[in-house]
């Protein structure tokens, strides 16, 4: 299965050799902030060959005006690897035909009892049909 990424900004200092992932964040800090960096530093593992230790990555706060680096051990890289695995497996259960991506059928999704997240959705127009 191919999973998308948009990494926001990306660069590598030449004179440090290090690959550089910049992840800027507008609203609060979230546990899982790390996370999503670690799924770009994976893959700019596997698609430059970029060793770990070259991989600085880091959240720019625009809301506190903080910068916040992490470290990342091959261990991270493995368990955001098997979240993504899982996820995609979680994923096709929810696929008919995954090769033709098509999916089950409206009664598998079910509605939220917090509608107020409903808003927001992407799926809105689907949900009052």
Known sequence: MKVFIVIEFLYRDIISEKWVIVDWKTGKESAE?????????????????????????RNESLLTSKCRTYSLTDFDLDTVNERVQLSCLEMGKYLIDEEENI????????????????????????CNS
Do not use: H
Request: with cysteine; hydrophobic share 35%.
């Open 103 to 126: 999916p089950v059928g409206i009664e598998y999704f079910p509605r939220t009892s917090y509608e107020k997240k409903c808003i927001k959705s992407n799926f809105l127009e689907m």
């Open 33 to 57: 902030d790390r996370n999503q960096l670690a799924l770009y530093a994976l893959y700019l593992k596997k698609k430059f060959k970029a060793p770990l230790e070259k991989i600085e990555i």
